[in-house]
Nanobody, 114 residues
Framework: QVQLVESGGGLVQAGGSLRLSCAAS????????MGWYRQAPGKQRELVAT???????NYADSVKGRFTVSRDNAKNTVYLQMNSLKSEDTAVYYC????????WGQGTQVTVSS
């Protein structure tokens, strides 16, 4: 079965950086569109970024120019590099498989202190 495991979250000061990773198993990773989503307390889960099978990317307006999504098909891993973090980026970040049956990881907490 599909398994997505996120890592790399933590506490960082505003203006800092974090790199999230999501290791996938149980799928042919290179054939899947992957995405990062986030959910802040009291808010709905929202799209952060997606990357398709040929590396084309899409970003939420709120993170454009600050976040970069990438993938390493040899490692079955998708990354989210987050720079210039703001307090409003505080959320649980989820990795998601967007091809076929949607699947989610367990999430990783990102907290940005101002």
């Amino acid at each position: 079965q599909v398994q997505l495991v996120e890592s790399g979250g933590g506490l960082v000061q505003a203006g800092g950086s974090l790199r999230l990773s999501c290791a996938a198993s149980g799928i042919i990773f290179s054939r899947n569109v992957m995405g990062w989503y986030r959910q802040a307390p009291g808010k709905q889960r929202e799209l952060v970024a997606t990357i398709n099978t040929v590396g084309n990317t899409n970003y939420a307006d709120s993170v454009k120019g600050r976040f970069t999504v990438s993938r390493d098909n040899a490692k079955n891993t998708v990354y989210l590099q987050m720079n210039s973090l703001k307090s409003e980026d505080t959320a649980v970040y989820y990795c998601s498989r967007r091809t076929g049956l949607v699947a989610w990881g367990q999430g990783t907490q990102v907290t940005v202190s101002s």
